[in-house]
């Protein structure tokens, strides 16, 4: 496989769940995509004309949390809005790692639920809405609420029970 090749399937592969171990740290979404695409230009840069290190995801991370913590640090000085405390209480560790890919496939596998499946799934999960609000909302009923809704956990538990092996979480069960 050529160098480039190998490091777009390292992007296309760690991408989003860096992004997820990034967004947790400064709880911005555009500056965790900034911040994302800076970690694999950093890498990228450094490596177009060597090896890729054998622990490429490891490197990746620690670059994404030093990026991460040099930010936070500047924004602090900025506008106070993160204490030092904080930032020094942030370390890259490999439990943040898994809850950062378990999250990027749990957000993976919301987007490939069917369109209103998806719809009402966020409204009631992410939005907090009840089945009777959603049903409102959208022109359906409440049974049509519960069964998609069902559908979605359904489908959310066959794809992350599949992808390792294990039973995860849901976070918001």
């Known amino acids: 496989m050529s160098h480039e090749k190998e490091f777009e399937t390292y992007f296309n ?9 990034v967004m947790r740290m400064c709880d911005d979404v555009e500056e965790s995509e900034d911040i994302v695409q800076e970690t694999f230009s950093t890498v990228w840069e450094k490596f177009a004309d060597k090896e890729l290190p054998t622990h490429l995801k490891s490197y990746l991370y ?10 936070l640090r500047h924004r ?3 506008d106070m809005m993160v204490s030092l405390e904080d930032i020094s209480q942030m370390e ?9 890919e378990r999250d990027a496939r749990l957000w993976i596998a919301i987007g490939k639920l069917p369109e209103r499946c998806r719809q009402v799934f966020l409204l009631s999960k ?7 609000e959603i049903s409102q909302e959208l022109g359906i009923s409440v049974k ?10 359904k489908s959310l538990r066959e794809v992350l029970d599949s992808s390792k092996g294990k039973v995860f979480f ?3 069960l």
């Open 76 to 78: 602090n000085k900025n």
């Open 126 to 132: 992410r939005d907090g809405l009840t089945h009777i």
């Open 62 to 71: 620690r670059t994404a949390h030093n990026i991460t913590i040099d930010r």
């Open 92 to 100: 890259l560790t490999e439990e943040a790692i898994d809850t950062s």
């Open 170 to 172: 849901l976070p918001f």
């Open 13 to 21: 592969r760690y991408y989003t769940s860096i992004g997820m171990y």
């Open 144 to 153: 049509t609420v519960e069964n998609q809704i069902t559908k979605a956990f």
